[in-house]
């Protein structure tokens, strides 16, 4: 299985950058590296996406390593509604497989 | 709504009853997923639709977790005879495609099994 490794938990205090660190040191080279979140007692929503390049949406930017072997969401402003648990998922190569693995706990501070 | 709504949002079974947990996806979406999630874990995946076709259902834990989607929109996920262990929130989400594309997913049943 495509397997990804995650920090179990972060904090961040309010207005401030957050850098959320992904290892997926199996990916391979036609991977996409898929970010969710998932808020308390909801379903996990779309964050954001990417293949080599770094990216960049409304919500947050992606940097990609080199090596595709790591990467990075990144929370720009983090506010109290961005606590949540964060996903960076790949999915199982020639499959419809996505592995989500245990996430990141976001603690947003006021 | 324009979402994915689930149903039942919860449920509660005894040991040993069959149940069935129904997915509407967003209209038009072509792809299908459904996930487990067990309590302080992340989603697991079960099995994914694209139209009518279960093109992959290496998730299902057991021969007794069946989902269909026979007309390519609403499916359900059935499980027969509940164990203890099957407890968990149950996800669907949807697609437009199956790549790379965003999943949307519905807010989840929780499954109760005494």
Redesign the interface.
Known sequence: DAKTTQPNSMESNEEEPVHLPCNHSTISGTD?I?W?RQLP??????VI?GLTSNVNNRMASLAIAEDRKSSTLILHRATLRDAA?Y?CILRDKG?????????TRLKVLA | GAG?SQSPRYKVAKRGQDVALRCDPISGHVSL?W?QQALG?????LT?FQNEAQ??K??LPSDRFFAERPEGSVSTLKIQRTQQEDSAVY?C?SSHS?G?L???????TRLTVL
């Open positions: 996409y898929h969710y007692s909801q379903g996990p929503e779309y996406h648990v996903y499959t419809y497989k996505y592995i989500f693995g245990t996430g | 994915v997923f996930y874990q992340g989603p697991e995946f994914y093109l992959d290496s998730g996800l989400a199956g790379t965003e999943q949307f997913f519905g807010p989840g």
